[in-house]
C-alpha cells in the first residue's frame, strides 16, 4: 500500500514499493478483487470497487475459497496481495486474548473486520494465523455496530478496532475508520482504541477528532524498522505523525510494542527513547504501552515454516503456552523502558505487559 521504499514517512496511496529488482515482476496491489456471492452489490463492496477501477474482479462462492486454500506463500502474496470483499458471520466482537494489554478496562473487546494488514513486520503474529497474505474485508461493519449496540446496553465497552491490520493505513481505501468514528460519536459509554503504525497525516487530517476514540501509534527504534518493519513508515514520520495528532487534540497512545532483544538493544531503545523525549510533548500523551515480543506456541510454529528470520527462529523459552524471552532478558528491555518512561510520565498512564515468569526476577 506503501508507495516509498521501507521505512518511507508517509503511506497513503495504493500502490507498492519497489522494494528491489524482483518486485517489478509482480503486480500492483488490488489489482485482483474478490467478491464473495454475498457481498455482491453491497453498498461498501460497490464503494470499494469504485476506487479500484483497474482491478479484475472476480467472484467466489465464499471468502474461504481464496483465503483458507492450502499451501499458500503469504510472503510472496504480501508483494502484491489481492483484496477479498466478503461477509462477515457472528461473532462480530471478541473478548480481548491474554497476551493483549486491556488498559485497565474492565469490558475489553476486539474486532476482525479486516483479516490481514498491508505493512509486513517479520515478527506479525498474523502470519502465524492466517494461510494466506491476501487482505479480506469483511463489508457488513454495520452488522458489528448492531452486535456492539447490544453491548453498550448492558455495560460501558473498550473496542480495539485495528487488531488483526493496519485500519487506518487502509481508510484511503475502505473508510472504515471513519464509518467507526461515526458510530463512536455520542456514545460515552464506548471507547475505542485505533492502533496504528501509519503516518498518513492527510488521512488524519480528514477525520474527527473525538475523545472516546484512541489513536493508539506503534513506535520502534529506527534500526528494528528497517529490519523488520517492511513498508511501514520511518520513526521520525511517525513521531511526526504523534505530533500532529497531539496538535489536532487526539487522545494519542505511544506503544513500544513489540520490544525485540536485538543486537545492542541497550542502545538501540535508548537511542529511540531519546528520540521520542525529545521529539514529542510527553505530558500531552494519554499514556504509553511496553510490552516483549511473546506469541502462542501454535502461532511461531507456523511462522517459522513460512518465514526464516531473526525475530522467528530465536530460541524462546515456552511459558505457558507462549512462547516468550527468558525472563532476564525480557526485564532488561522493560526495565530500560520503565527508566525512560518513567521519569517523563507518571506511573499511572505506564501499561507494562508482563508475563508471570517475567515478574518473578527481579531487573
Ligand atoms: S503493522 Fe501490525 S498488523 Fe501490520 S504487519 Fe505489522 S505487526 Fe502485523
Not at 225 to 232: D, F
Not at 286 to 299: C, M, N, Q, T
Request: glycine share 4%; net charge negative.
Amino acid at each position: 500500500m506503501c508507495s516509498k521504499p521501507s521505512g518511507s514517512p508517509a503511506c497513503a496511496d495504493l500502490s507498492f514499493p519497489s522494494e528491489n529488482a524482483s518486485a517489478v515482476l509482480y503486480a500492483p496491489a488490488f489489482s485482483a478483487v474478490y467478491v464473495e456471492e454475498a457481498a455482491a452489490g453491497l453498498p461498501r463492496t460497490r464503494q470499494i470497487l469504485q476506487k479500484l477501477p483497474k482491478a479484475t474482479v472476480i467472484p467466489c462462492k465464499s471468502y474461504r475459497e481464496i483465503f483458507n486454500r492450502p499451501h499458500q506463500e503469504p510472503t510472496r502474496q504480501k508483494h502484491a496481495p489481492a483484496l477479498i470483499l466478503a461477509v462477515g458471520q457472528p461473532p462480530f466482537l471478541y473478548d480481548g486474548a491474554p497476551v493483549c494489554q486491556d488498559f485497565g478496562n474492565r469490558h475489553f473487546y476486539y474486532t476482525s473486520g479486516v483479516m490481514n494488514c498491508i505493512f509486513d513486520c517479520e515478527y506479525c503474529y498474523l502470519q502465524g494465523m492466517y494461510n494466506s497474505g491476501h487482505i479480506t474485508v469483511f463489508v457488513n461493519l454495520e452488522d458489528t455496530f448492531a452486535a456492539l449496540e447490544n453491548i453498550l446496553r448492558e455495560h460501558e465497552a473498550y473496542v480495539c478496532i485495528s487488531y488483526d491490520t493496519d485500519l487506518l493505513a487502509l481508510e484511503p481505501l475502505l473508510s472504515m475508520v471513519s464509518a467507526w468514528m461515526d458510530f463512536a460519536k455520542d456514545r460515552p459509554g464506548l471507547t475505542l482504541e485505533l492502533r496504528t503504525k501509519s503516518a498518513a497525516e492527510g488521512v488524519l487530517r480528514k477525520l474527527p477528532v473525538q475523545e472516546n476514540v484512541i489513536l493508539a501509534l506503534t513506535l520502534s527504534p529506527e534500526p528494528v524498522i528497517t529490519a523488520y518493519e517492511h513498508r511501514t513508515p520511518t520513526l521520525a514520520a511517525r513521531l511526526h505523525m504523534a505530533n500532529t495528532a497531539l496538535s489536532l487534540g487526539w487522545p494519542v497512545r505511544l506503544c513500544f510494542d513489540p520490544m525485540l532483544a536485538v543486537h545492542d538493544a541497550a542502545s538501540v531503545y535508548n537511542a529511540m527513547f531519546d528520540e521520542v523525549i525529545r521529539t514529542v510533548p510527553m505530558a500531552k500523551i494519554r499514556d504509553a504501552s511496553v510490552g516483549v515480543f511473546r506469541i502462542s506456541r501454535e502461532y511461531l510454529r507456523r511462522m517459522r515454516r513460512c518465514r526464516t528470520s531473526a525475530v522467528t527462529c530465536y530460541p524462546y523459552e515456552l511459558q505457558n503456552g507462549v512462547y516468550a524471552y527468558p525472563p532476564d532478558i525480557a526485564n532488561r528491555l522493560l526495565s530500560l523502558a520503565r527508566e525512560r518512561l518513567g521519569a517523563v510520565l507518571p506511573e499511572d498512564r505506564l501499561f507494562f505487559w508482563e508475563s508471570e515468569s517475567a515478574q518473578e526476577v527481579t531487573p
